[in-house]
Every structure is written in C-alpha cells, then in structure tokens.
C-alpha cells in the first residue's frame, strides 16, 4: 500500500504547479510506521510532525481543513519544522485532511 500511496504523492507533484515534492500520512489503523513521501527531505518533514505531532500536517489533521503556510521563512506556528523545511529547501506548505471512506461491497 505505501507503494501505491508514494505514487499517488508523486502524481500530485506534478499536478500542482511549483510543487517540488510531497507525502501522505495516514492515521492509524492504515500507517505503516514510516513517513510515505516522494523523496528523502520529504520523508524527514513527515517523521519530524510525527514525532513531535507539531506541523502544518498534525494542524491540518486537527482542523479537517488546509492549513497553509505561504512563507516558511515567516511561519511562527511551528518553528522547529519551519526551520527543517527551510534547511531542507522547502519554503511553503500547503497541507489538507483528505478523508476516504471505503464504499460498501455489493453482491452482485
């Protein structure tokens, strides 16, 4: 499944103009216990608001609605991971709770 999620990321890069990169972080019982991102830097970001559950990602998750930060540079939110993404060369974040609800199985 983190393959397919990976992919998924990776589609998203190229559908949204500018992104250069991207992840999925699914909750419990579906996480696998490792950041799902399209690259390394990425990967960090995620694992780094999972362990101290502090982010634009952890926020979004809170708040069931994008929570984006258009100047990491300026973000007073969460400095720690401001600063992380800065050094790692990501200087926005636009992060969304998207919710999927499997769709009962017809016996047809």
Request: proline share 7%; with cysteine.
């Amino acid at each position: 499944m983190d393959e397919l999620l990976v992919g998924i990321a990776a589609l998203a890069v190229g559908a949204v103009p500018a992104a250069v990169s991207a992840s999925v972080a699914l909750t419990a019982p579906a996480w696998s216990g490792h950041p799902i991102a399209v690259d390394a830097r990425t990967a960090r970001l995620e694992a780094l608001q999972r362990r101290t559950a502090v982010g634009p990602g952890p926020d979004a998750v809170r708040a069931r609605h994008a929570v984006e930060s258009p100047d990491l540079r300026a973000e007073r939110r969460w400095r720690r991971f401001a600063r992380a993404a800065i050094g790692a060369g990501c200087s926005r974040s636009v992060p969304y709770r998207c919710s999927c609800v499997a769709a009962p199985r017809s016996a047809c």
